[in-house]
């Protein structure tokens, strides 16, 4: 635990004692001279000690920024990112301090293999270097790095190079390497992504080993359906906000199996079939509470719905190449699986 004294903490008596990580209405906006984009849409989002998490969505849904904000390598533009290391909002500590308290709590691991290792170390050169930064010993760190090669079945492999080791067995590697310090989390961005099915089920395998063995809590970002069944919990990100929460899921038809969740300002994303059944004749509608239940109740309002047809006519229509949805408006990415859809300034064709 890093001592948290001086800091300008906010109060967190209230919190659960085994929160980890708290997402409270977190925003991020990427800026260029041309562009801006919303990536994050006031997302709340807690992990526990001991839990494994899986988070889906489509491409562009801000997964990768939710992982990057949570490890504390990108600032969010609004909101609170919450450690238990420090029990502090982390968005206003200075990034050498976020590197210190990193370096002890969180381990990550990338998609691509070649990203978590360095080709010119061995094997066990690659796992001992994070923990370099700390204050063991050398023996007591090679000791370890070995302890966490033989968990992973890689301890023959100590002294090879990265480049003639298989994607399966890169990705072993880079989990010890995460262990290394012993964090309360690993972060997981797509870490079956290059791997076979085979090679997926074994590295899934060893992380529930991991979780419940040495009680590290995971939080694994995936378009993976071999991922669900090794997750306590499945939250879906859809559009930069939170959309719900799976149990048993099917991930090519999310609408039925979505439990929704209102967010912190009350939004919630109705499932896109059910959106499509409304009557055709009615635009818009008021939200009542009858017995028990939400029911969207059709209303008349002096906007008629020829005027709101005659708007949306009048905004750019464009085909997303790959799922072939209609996007109205400007929008750089498209509604439905967050592909590109204009370049330069330019639609793609």
């Given at each position: 635990?890093i001592?948290s004294?001086?800091?300008d903490?906010?109060?967190?008596?209230?919190l659960?004692?085994?929160?980890?990580?708290?997402?409270a209405?977190v925003?991020?906006?990427?800026?260029t001279?041309?562009i801006?984009?919303v990536?994050?849409r006031g997302?709340?989002?807690s992990l526990f000690?001991g839990e494994?998490?899986?988070v889906i969505?489509?491409?562009?849904?801000?997964?990768?920024t939710?992982v990057?904000?949570?490890?504390?390598?990108i600032?969010?533009?609004?909101g609170?990112?919450y450690w238990?290391?420090?029990?502090a909002?982390?968005?206003?500590?200075s990034?050498?301090?976020?590197?210190?308290i990193?370096?002890?709590?969180?381990g990550?691991i990338?998609q691509?293999?070649?990203?978590n290792l360095l080709?010119q170390?061995?094997v066990?050169?690659n796992?001992?270097?994070q923990?370099?930064?700390?204050?063991?010993?050398?023996?007591?760190?090679?000791?370890k790095?070995l302890?966490?090669?033989?968990r992973?079945?890689?301890?023959?492999?100590?002294?090879s190079?990265p480049?003639?080791?298989?994607?399966?067995?890169?990705?072993?590697v880079?989990l010890?390497?995460a262990?290394?310090?012993?964090?309360k989390?690993?972060l997981a961005d797509?870490?079956?992504?290059?791997l076979?099915y085979?090679n997926?089920?074994?590295?899934?395998?060893?992380i529930h080993?991991?979780?419940?063995?040495?009680?590290?809590?995971?939080?694994?970002?995936?378009?993976s359906?071999?991922v669900?069944p090794?997750?306590h919990?499945?939250?879906?990100i859809?559009?930069?906000?939170?959309a719900?929460?799976?149990e048993?899921?099917e991930?090519?038809?999310?609408?039925?199996s979505?439990?929704?969740?209102?967010?912190?300002?009350g939004?919630?994303l109705l499932?896109?079939e059910l959106v499509?059944?409304l009557?055709?004749?009615?635009?818009q509608f008021?939200?009542?509470l009858?017995?028990?239940?939400?029911v969207l109740e059709?209303?008349?309002?002096?906007?008629?719905?020829?005027?709101?047809?005659?708007?949306?006519?009048h905004?750019?229509?464009?085909?997303c190449t790959?799922?072939?949805?209609?996007?109205i408006?400007k929008?750089?990415?498209?509604?439905?699986?967050?592909?590109?859809?204009r370049?330069?300034?330019?639609?793609?064709?």
């Amino acid at each position: 635990m890093i001592n948290s004294q001086n800091m300008d903490n906010s109060d967190d008596s209230d919190l659960p004692e085994d929160l980890l990580v708290g997402l409270a209405n977190v925003y991020k906006i990427y800026r260029t001279s041309e562009i801006e984009t919303v990536a994050l849409r006031g997302v709340s989002l807690s992990l526990f000690e001991g839990e494994i998490m899986g988070v889906i969505g489509p491409s562009g849904s801000g997964k990768t920024t939710l992982v990057n904000i949570m490890a504390g390598l990108i600032k969010p533009t609004a909101g609170i990112v919450y450690w238990s290391a420090v029990g502090a909002d982390i968005s206003r500590l200075s990034d050498n301090l976020i590197t210190q308290i990193r370096n002890q709590f969180v381990g990550i691991i990338c998609q691509i293999s070649e990203s978590n290792l360095l080709p010119q170390l061995s094997v066990i050169e690659n796992v001992m270097l994070q923990g370099r930064i700390g204050s063991r010993s050398s023996s007591e760190l090679k000791k370890k790095a070995l302890e966490l090669l033989e968990r992973v079945g890689l301890k023959s492999r100590r002294n090879s190079r990265p480049m003639v080791l298989s994607m399966g067995e890169k990705q072993r590697v880079a989990l010890a390497a995460a262990l290394i310090n012993d964090p309360k989390i690993i972060l997981a961005d797509e870490p079956t992504g290059s791997l076979d099915y085979k090679n997926g089920e074994e590295l899934l395998e060893l992380i529930h080993e991991i979780n419940e063995n040495l009680g590290t809590a995971f939080l694994i970002v995936t378009h993976s359906q071999q991922v669900v069944p090794h997750a306590h919990r499945v939250i879906e990100i859809r559009d930069g906000i939170k959309a719900g929460q799976h149990e048993e899921i099917e991930l090519d038809n999310l609408d039925s199996s979505r439990i929704i969740i209102p967010d912190d300002q009350g939004r919630i994303l109705l499932p896109r079939e059910l959106v499509k059944g409304l009557d055709a004749n009615t635009s818009q509608f008021k939200a009542i509470l009858k017995e028990g239940k939400i029911v969207l109740e059709p209303i008349v309002t002096s906007l008629s719905r020829k005027s709101i047809i005659f708007q949306r006519n009048h905004q750019e229509e464009v085909v997303c190449t790959i799922c072939k949805t209609v996007n109205i408006g400007k929008s750089i990415l498209c509604s439905n699986c967050g592909s590109l859809l204009r370049k330069a300034g330019r639609w793609s064709t």
